[in-house]
């Protein structure tokens, strides 16, 4: 009986959410559907949990979906690099679960509330359909999915703008996801394959044709579109911007990350490093783009006023930094990018969080209303100070591991340009997050403004979770750094 | 000596500023609280150092932040020195502090003290940090949490020093000091700091030697070297206690502390003088000492001029450091000790000036000498300590350092230092001249109006300090035998 269970848990970390979600629906009560979303969230949480030790213990998994042995069924495929990004989904999601009642309580319409907590779990099952299967279209499938139910939860925004901001993510969105399909359709049309194991098997022999260049050409750029890299980061502030406290702390910390493990799922595993990045100039193109990601992201932060466009300008600079780990296509630089990937994951989280619970009192969320909260919210204010702190990389946070692995990566081989490029951006980081400060702590609350509370206990137990869990890899990042190693190994084809 | 205890000491003050902040509604409890917390902690760092004279070098590794580099504390002579100092004069600040807050009154106290053992715990981190890493974490610490104490009146002048404090010193350690830490690490495979250095054998050459040294001294802010050297007179809107301790010692003597850790322990003073990789910034520190001194010149405001004559007393030990001699690194161990009994005695009198009487210029000073006796006489003496006047500790200091630069072959440093001398006798005397031989103005006060006792009795022990080490400088050559000449 249990070990049925330890073998289906693959399929049941999708369908799970995938289940939950109807279910939502039919019970129509905004607090039942809570409770539904805050159990399913969680029990993937666990399942997460499970794979990710079983996957360390035993080496990685394949399960083959309703019985259809790969690579003519659909394979979830689970390795050391996989699991850490679906725990990192997974826990965020579970964490957002927790916060969402409240925030969600505040923004939505009450007779609404079902279908945005079916939403939710279908993006969570998206995002984690993404991550473990093995199989091309499928993944095309689940990035759909979650695409789909990310534009319903930003539509949901509490102003007019979340709908045209929706609607542009969606035009957008639909161009990435399209592009995706194009690529993975030329692969098929070269090998006869979907299954990513089997394309890789074949593809050496038809490597040389422009047909997988293009097909190269059509991922690398259909996903760059769905993180965001500089020049295709356009649609992010605003949907970041507008969309729910909660959908904008959930997607902010896991869709883009997600993304960026799709793409390179692709490079490293269906094509190999040596074709993308010895044989094509990929590796160049993407490091450039990287650069001028974190440098333009952090500039135009410095600029808003208006807390979660700050926060998204920053999370596009910060995307540079993940794509830069893995763009230098050695294992240090792997081993960089999913550090970066989960530390900036947390991180985000819980600054769009506090930045919610600054939104939940106030309804507004510019530098200038906020001003002079320091007082009255101390500990959204530490929570957001603290997060913040990691963001520059302030050492014993997790931003600061990220940033020695990721300068370690780039000082061995010699490229003294990105070192100055990642240390120029980390003091940008310092100038937008202290105007933030500056407004919390060093400016009066604004004649005839509100003078607020704390926000609801329940929220800042979720953020302060995801500060402490910042810090706690901060002073003990062996783990952390350990499962990135591994991952890096794994996607390098040396196993586990 | 259980090693642990280093680990112990390290947070102490920290979790005691619980109990500073739990006692916040009964003053009198919070700073009794505070002045056993630092009586205590200065008695728990003393204990080492018989065993540490003797030879031990106790560590221990708390965890492990990344693989194979780990929180580790590792207690050596420098590292004991600077201890012993900042906890030792933090006991008698708190006792000031207690007093110049509560004359002064003082918003936000608690937030005060407990900062200001928060800083304590970061600085004692410093001084016990066993690799790079933990010296960097606790040093952003220190950073950190003398923020608010830098900032605590709230205005917009002290946002703005704030901001130009926070600005340089994260700019500078996380452009300049984490790189360095990383290139360390990835040359010599180690951030241990190890007696003799980490290069002997790792084939770095002579300009990359040089660069690297370059970079970590420009990393370490606090040593405030030209041309980054604005946050500390940026840092004097700090209310004074602030600066006495902070800015003229825990935070400064890091940055300084952290030079000579550097040259002795991850450099080592052999490998700097075979490669002259510490050439370029010798010539930094010797122009830090002699601008920051025309500097301090045409400053009026008190504080101002004294944070100008600190930053180029600082450079005293980076010229200590980079002069590559093990008599440069006697004289700057002994110059932290004894410029921090001095300058925090100045800051004491600044302070005490301030509160009994509300003057800040040098020239409101005139004739004050008659109404405050014992505040301008400590002054004297400690004037005469930095100048290197004999009966003052301050003349061994500088007496090791011109034998360490005799001995190195720099004769122009003796020259720079001798000059460095007569400037402090032109704008650290003129204040005690003024006090006692100018005429006063009108609204001076002629009767005793010394500041409250609690500030008053500080300044006199700081400056008795300077000089009992003048005559028993022995604790100090003990300490730090094993760079004293055999």
């Known amino acids: ?496 | 000596m259980n090693e642990i205890w280093l680990a112990l000491l390290v947070g102490f003050p920290a979790v005691m500023s619980l109990a500073v902040a739990a006692s916040g509604r009964w003053p009198n409890l919070r700073e009794t609280v505070s002045i056993a917390t630092s009586i205590a902690l200065f008695a728990g760092v003393a204990s080492f150092i018989g065993p540490v004279t003797a030879g031990a070098r106790p560590s221990v590794t708390l965890l492990e932040v990344l693989p194979g580099i780990g929180l580790t504390f590792t207690l050596e002579p420098l590292g004991l020195l600077f201890a012993l100092v900042a906890s030792g004069l933090w006991s008698l600040t708190t006792l000031y502090a207690a007093g110049y807050m509560r004359g002064n009154e003082e918003h936000a106290q608690t937030r005060f003290f407990v900062c200001f053992a928060l800083a304590i715990s970061a600085a004692i981190g410093i001084a016990f940090a066993g690799n790079l890493l933990t010296l960097f974490i606790f040093y952003e610490m220190l950073t950190l949490s003398t923020y608010p104490l830098v900032t605590h009146h709230g205005d917009t002048e002290s946002r703005n020093g704030g901001r130009v404090y926070l600005g340089i010193l994260l700019t500078t350690s996380i452009g300049f000091f984490l790189p360095a830490i990383i290139i360390t690490y990835l040359v010599s495979g180690s951030i241990t700091f190890t007696a003799g250095g980490l290069f002997g054998n790792a084939g770095l050459s002579v300009l990359g030697a040089g660069a690297l040294y370059v970079l970590f001294l420009y990393g370490t802010g606090k040593a405030a070297l030209m041309p980054f050297h604005r946050w500390l007179p940026a840092a004097m809107v700090a209310p004074t206690p602030v600066s006495a301790l902070l800015h003229a010692v825990a935070v400064v003597k890091a940055g300084v502390f952290i030079v000579l850790k550097l040259t002795v322990y991850v450099f080592g003073v052999d490998y700097l003088a075979e490669t002259g990789a510490s050439q370029l910034m010798r010539w930094v520190a010797a122009i830090t000492v002699l601008g920051a001194s025309l500097i301090a010149m045409t400053r009026d405001n008190l504080k101002a001029r004294l944070a100008y004559s600190t930053v180029s007393q600082l450079s005293y030990i980076v010229l200590g450091a980079t002069m590559a001699s093990s008599l440069g690194i006697l004289g700057g161990g002994m110059h932290i000790a004894m410029h921090a009994f001095a300058k925090i005695t100045l800051f004491f009198c600044a302070g005490a000036i301030y509160t009994a009487t509300h003057r800040k210029y040098v020239s409101e000073l005139d004739g004050l000498g008659y109404a405050m006796p014992i505040t301008f006489s400590a002054f004297f003496i400690a004037s005469l300590s930095l100048v290197g006047i004999p009966p003052m500790g301050g003349v061994w200091s500088k007496w090791y350092l011109m034998e360490g630069a005799a001995d190195a072959g720099q004769s122009a440093l003796i020259v720079v230092l001798a000059i460095s001398s007569l400037l402090n006798i032109v704008y650290l005397l003129e204040i005690p001249t003024r006090a006692f031989f100018h005429n006063p103005r009108p609204d001076t006060p002629r009767r005793w109006q010394e500041a409250p006792w609690a500030c008053v009795i500080p300044l006199s022990i700081t400056a008795a300090g300077s000089i009992v080490w003048f005559l028993y400088p022995l604790p100090f050559l003990q300490l730090l035998a094993p760079w004293a000449p055999q």
């Open chain 1, 1 to 496: 009986m249990i070990e049925q269970f330890f073998a289906q848990m693959p399929a049941l970390v999708i369908v799970l959410p995938l289940l939950a979600a109807p279910v939502c629906v039919l019970l129509h009560r905004a607090a039942l559907a809570w409770f539904v979303y805050l159990i399913t969230a969680w029990a993937c949480f666990g399942l997460a949990f499970l794979l990710f030790v079983q996957v360390k213990i035993g080496g990685p998994i394949s399960y083959a979906m309703g019985g259809w042995p790969p690579p003519f069924g659909i394979e979830l495929v689970l390795d050391s690099f996989n699991t850490v990004v679906l725990l990192l989904v997974t826990g965020i999601g579970a964490i957002c679960s927790l916060y969402a009642k409240a925030s969600v309580a505040a923004e939505i319409a009450r007779e609404r509330a079902y279908l945005f907590y079916a939403a939710m779990l279908l993006c969570l099952c998206g995002l984690a359909g993404i991550t473990v299967t093995g199989d091309a279209f499928n993944l095309f499938v689940f990035l759909e999915i979650s695409s789909l139910s990310s534009y319903g939860l930003i539509a949901m925004g509490a102003k007019r703008r979340a709908l045209l901001s929706a609607f542009q993510y969606l035009i957008m969105g639909t161009i990435g996801g399209t592009f995706m399909l194009i690529g993975i359709g030329f692969l098929y049309m070269m090998t006869g394959s979907l299954n990513m194991a089997d394309i890789a098997e074949r593809l050496p022999a038809v490597a040389d044709t422009r047909t997988v260049e293009a097909g190269l050409a059509f991922i690398v750029v259909g996903a760059s579109l769905k993180f965001a890299l500089f020049p295709l980061h356009v649609w992010l502030p605003n949907a970041y911007t507008y969309a729910p406290s909660s959908v904008s702390a959930f997607i902010a910390a896991t869709a883009t990350k997600v993304a960026v493990y799709a793409l390179m799922r692709f490079l490293f595993t269906v094509f190999g490093a040596a074709y993308a990045f010895d044989e094509l100039p990929l590796g160049e193109v993407l490091l450039v783009l990287a650069v001028v990601a974190m440098l333009s992201g952090s500039m135009a932060a410095i600029f808003q006023t208006d807390l979660k466009r700050l926060l998204a300008w920053s999370s596009i600079a910060q995307i540079g930094y993940i794509v830069m780990g893995f763009a230098l296509a050695s294992s240090a630089g792997i081993t960089a990018s999913v550090t970066h990937m989960v530390n900036h994951g947390i991180i985000k989280g819980a600054l769009f969080m506090a930045a919610g619970a600054l939104f939940w009192r106030l309804r507004t969320i510019s530098l200038s209303d906020i001003a002079g909260l320091g007082k009255h919210m101390p500990w959204t204010s530490a929570a957001f100070v603290l997060a913040g702190l990691s963001l520059i990389g302030v050492p014993a946070t997790g931003g600061f591991i990220s940033k020695w692995v990721l300068l370690e990566a780039v000082i061995e081989p010699g490229h003294y340009w990105l070192a100055v490029a990642i240390l120029v951006s980390s003091l940008m980081a310092l100038i937008y997050i202290g105007r933030v400060v500056e407004s919390l702590y060093f400016r009066e609350r604004p004649e005839g403004q509100a003078v607020p509370g704390e926000a609801p206990p329940i929220m800042l137990v979720a953020t302060w979770t995801l500060v402490l869990a910042n810090i706690a890899i901060g002073v003990h990042a062996t783990p952390l750094v350990g499962a990135a190693e591994r991952a890096a190994t794994a996607l390098l084809g040396g196993g586990a």
